[in-house]
């Protein structure tokens, strides 16, 4: 039997959540279904004798910061465009 | 005129925006943070989320040191959008010098017939082993179109001293072309030295080659890893070490190890080795995954944490060394210190974004094919020809505007990679797609299984780890 999350979407972001079941790929497989702010995540643990219960508290704790992690990218996107553009302006290393 | 602005002129009470930057958790509630181009300092958890959230106290400390880490800044400043472009564009300069070291392959011949050796043949057949004259000064014609003004040349094999002929004929064509050119040109011989002939070092010492060889430890191991006829492989190197040191003088002869199954729980004897052998630099390398070493199953003979365990132990006995007045560093470990506090990149293929296949280093294989790295062509030993990137035969434009490169290289960049672009050691990292190619058939590569993505993240952990105590951080930090 599939353990189960069910995630709020106002609370992390879809995004966020597939960036952190990214992370714990090598220990469980997911299947997610998307229904309002519901988020629904089937998760196999690859390795049957893992300890869910510890996976599912650094999955928990991996789920905040992939969303202070998004909230970064949003806030310092157009900058990281400035500065990159600004770092190769006048070389030849880009025309 | 006041000397200082008016306090209002400083970040107390004002917002503040965020600068790109990642993190990561060291452990528990301590994290690392590193900003754009990789200057780093560890937080609490908590005070990260402050500082994300905009909450940290402008007058804290930790504010402080986030803005003088460029993480941070105040609305309308524009000096520290400036510096991190600045040091952006030097950490990336190399870029524009494009290919700087080139390996040629001159004999894939070998008297030695090590298990793990990703290449070598043990055949007399010269005509199908060697490197031709033809073939050699083909790949001259395409190492000389480097826009890099310094090259360094470094001779493969095999044992490449079983084409001396070769490698006497590429120096001294190299050394005119270079002068005409007004070019640098730096040489090194990859060498077990066990077929090592005073004529030979006196051809070194005359164009000033240098000799990096090979040493895995103790003689029982180095023997027993390195098998030859005589089974005498550790005497002749100990005999050829000497006489070299003598002719070309200490610091030209290097010694590069490999660690085998045999050598896990021998890592402190193997330092002593090259601690008595009077070197002054040990390189812990893990066995490559590629050609024989896969095919005899040497590479899975064990996991990548074995192998941090074993680089692990061997660091720490290495500082403790170095506590007792023994001279001697540990060189990935360096090699890293320097990406992590320095803009001046040490162009380790591996750990470069984009990879440095091809485009740092290329390797000119005995018979005319041409590899984007020394991985690639062991690759191709196994019959897996991706990075096989043209012939001497080809245009040079033909063979570094190829697409088997191209993509390799567009796949290669850390900061589009999955994981790798929202890691915080992602600007001391690369992304070896010829690695994760051989290994899992993908340019990519799953991050979270990549043997890779495990060691590199275990050892930038433990160097941010034992860099917590001053006097160890003093001392390695010291090896840059």
């Given at each position: 039997m599939p353990e189960v999350l069910e995630i709020d979407t106002t609370v992390y972001s879809v995004e966020?959540?597939?960036?952190?079941?990214?992370?714990f790929s090598d220990s469980f497989s997911s299947n997610l279904t998307h229904n309002d702010n519901l988020l629904r995540v089937e998760i196999t643990l690859t390795n049957g004798n893992a300890d869910w219960n510890k996976l599912r508290t650094e999955f928990d704790k991996e789920l905040l910061d992939q969303s202070l992690r998004e909230r970064i990218r949003a806030e310092t996107e157009d900058i990281r465009r400035v500065i990159l553009a600004h770092a190769f302006s006048n070389t030849s290393i880009i025309d | 005129m006041s000397k200082f602005a008016a306090l209002s002129e400083y970040a107390v009470g004002k917002d503040y925006l965020l600068l790109p930057f990642t993190f990561a958790k060291l452990k528990a509630k301590e994290y690392v943070v590193t900003n754009l181009v990789g200057e780093s300092f560890l937080i609490d958890r908590d005070d990260l989320e402050n500082l994300v959230l905009h909450k940290s106290a402008t007058n804290s400390k930790v504010f402080s040191k986030a803005r003088a880490h460029h993480l941070v800044y105040?609305?309308?400043?524009?000096?520290?959008?400036?510096?991190?472009?600045?040091?952006?564009?030097?950490?990336?300069?190399?870029?524009?010098?494009?290919?700087?070291?080139?390996?040629?392959?001159?004999?894939?011949?070998?008297?030695?017939?090590?298990?793990?050796?990703?290449?070598?043949?043990?055949?007399?057949?010269?005509?199908?082993f060697d490197m031709s004259i033809d073939t050699a000064n083909k790949s001259l014609e395409h190492i000389f179109r480097t826009p890099s003004t310094s090259l360094k040349i470094e001779f493969q094999g095999g044992e490449p001293l079983l084409n001396f002929d070769v490698i006497e004929h590429v120096v001294q064509e190299a050394e005119n072309k270079a002068k005409e050119l007004g070019k640098d040109v730096q040489f090194v011989i990859a060498t077990t030295m066990t077929l090592l002939e005073d004529y030979m070092l006196d051809f070194c010492k005359e164009h000033d080659i240098k000799l990096s060889t090979s040493l895995d430890g103790p003689e029982d191991l180095h023997n027993s890893n390195r098998p030859r006829p005589g089974k005498d492989s550790y005497q002749r190197f100990r005999a050829s070490l000497d006489k070299a040191r003598d002719v070309l003088g200490k610091q030209n002869v290097s010694a590069l190890m490999t660690t085998t199954n045999k050598s896990l729980d021998r890592v402190e004897e193997i330092i002593d080795e090259y601690v008595s052998l009077g070197f002054s630099e040990i390189f812990l390398r893990p066995l490559s995954p590629y050609g024989f070493a896969k095919k005899t199953k040497a590479y899975d003979s064990y996991q990548i944490d074995e192998w941090l365990q074993f680089y692990k132990k061997g660091l720490n006995y290495i500082i403790q060394l170095n506590k007792k007045g023994?001279?001697?560093?540990?060189?990935?470990?360096?090699?890293?210190?320097?990406?992590?506090?320095?803009?001046?990149?040490?162009?380790?293929?591996?750990?470069?974004?984009?990879a440095g296949i091809g485009i740092?280093?290329?390797?000119?294989?005995?018979?005319?094919?041409?590899?984007?790295?020394?991985?690639?062509?062991?690759?191709?030993?196994?019959?897996?020809?991706?990075?096989?990137i043209g012939n001497v035969n080809n245009q040079y434009e033909d063979i570094f505007a190829s697409d088997a490169l191209i993509e390799a290289i567009d796949e290669s960049m850390t900061v589009s990679s999955p994981m790798c672009y929202e890691c915080a050691y992602e600007p001391y990292c690369g992304s070896d797609p010829v690695f994760h190619y051989g290994m899992y058939g993908d340019l990519v590569g799953r991050k979270p299984q990549s043997a890779f993505c495990k060691k590199n993240m275990g050892i930038f952990e433990h160097?941010?780890?034992?860099?917590?105590?001053?006097?160890t951080k003093n001392l390695i930090e010291n090896w840059v």
């Open positions: 966020s959540v597939k960036e952190a079941l990214y992370r | 105040i609305e309308g400043e524009k000096s520290p959008l400036e510096l991190l472009a600045l040091k952006y564009r030097t950490r990336k300069r190399h870029l524009k010098n494009f290919t700087t070291l080139h390996m040629m392959v001159v004999s894939l011949r070998c008297d030695h017939s090590c298990q793990y050796c990703q290449v070598s043949r043990q055949s007399e057949d010269v005509e199908r023994h001279k001697i560093k540990e060189i990935y470990t360096t090699i890293i210190l320097r990406k992590m506090l320095t803009f001046d990149d040490p162009l380790y293929v591996d750990l470069m974004s984009p740092s280093a290329v390797i000119f294989n005995y018979d005319g094919a041409v590899y984007a790295s020394d991985e690639s062509r062991m690759l191709a030993e196994m019959g897996i020809e991706k990075f096989k160097i941010f780890e034992i860099r917590k105590n001053q006097e």
